[in-house]
C-alpha cells in the first residue's frame, strides 16, 4: 500500500488551503492509499541553522535534519512516503514562513554539494523518487498574479523540490476567499460578491484538481 503524507503549511485549518489538501487526500485515497495528514503549525520548530552536520564527510545523518525537535519524526516519516503534498498560502509574494522552514529542514539534508559529472548539474542524495505536489492558494486574481510574476518565485519551490525529491508538481488556487464574513473586517479592496462568485464558480474546479493530484502522485 502506497504512503502518503499531506502537510498543511497554513495557520488555518479549515480554511482554503486544508480544503484543497483534503482533496488531495480523498484523491490519493481514492486509489488505495494511506494518507497521513499533518497542520505544521502545530508543530514547535526553526528553519535550518546551518550546522552543516548532514554535510559533513561520513555523515550518518542519513538525509534527516540533525536537529532533534518536534519536526524530526515528521521529516522521517516523509522520507519513508511514497509521495507528498503540501499545501501553503502566499503572503506577501511567498510561501508562509512555516513553508520555508518546513522545507529547509527537510531539502537541505538530501541535497549536495556534489558535482554529477556524467549527467550535469549537482548530484541526487536520495536513491528514489518522492513525488512531491506543492499547492498555493492566494487572494490575488490570476491575472494580477501573472502581471507581478508570482510564478518567478512560487516556481522555484517547484523546481527545487523537483530537483532534491526527484518529482514536483504545483497546483495554484487564485483569487481565494478571504473572510467568511467580510463585514467583520476592514477590507473594501475586495469585492465581496465577486469573491464569493468566483468561490462558487472556480474554487469547485480547483478542489477536483487537488483530487486529481493527490491520485496521480499516489499512482506515481
Known sequence: MKK???LNASPRKNFNTAKLLKEAQKGAESVGASVEYY?????????????????????????????????????????????????????????????RSFTERLLFPNHTYMVDREN??????LNKTIPTGIIFTMNCPQELADKINYHTILDENIN??????GYAEGLFSYDTMQFADFSKYNCD????????????????????NAFELGKKLAQM
Open 4 to 6: 502518503v503524507i499531506v
Open 39 to 99: 497542520d505544521l503549525y502545530n508543530y514547535n520548530f526553526l528553519g535550518c541553522r546551518s550546522c552543516f552536520a548532514c554535510q559533513r564527510k561520513g555523515s550518518t545523518t542519513n538525509g534527516i535534519c540533525a536537529i532533534r525537535d518536534d519536526l524530526k519524526p515528521l521529516l522521517e516519516k516523509c522520507l519513508e512516503a511514497d509521495a507528498i503534498v503540501i499545501g501553503t498560502p502566499v503572503y506577501f509574494s511567498y510561501p508562509t514562513g512555516v513553508f
Open 120 to 125: 550535469g548539474g549537482l548530484k541526487r542524495r
Open 160 to 165: 527545487t523540490y523537483n530537483h532534491i525529491m
Open 189 to 208: 479592496l475586495f469585492d465581496e460578491t465577486h469573491k464569493k462568485e468566483v468561490n462558487a464558480t472556480q474554487f469547485p474546479k480547483d478542489m477536483q
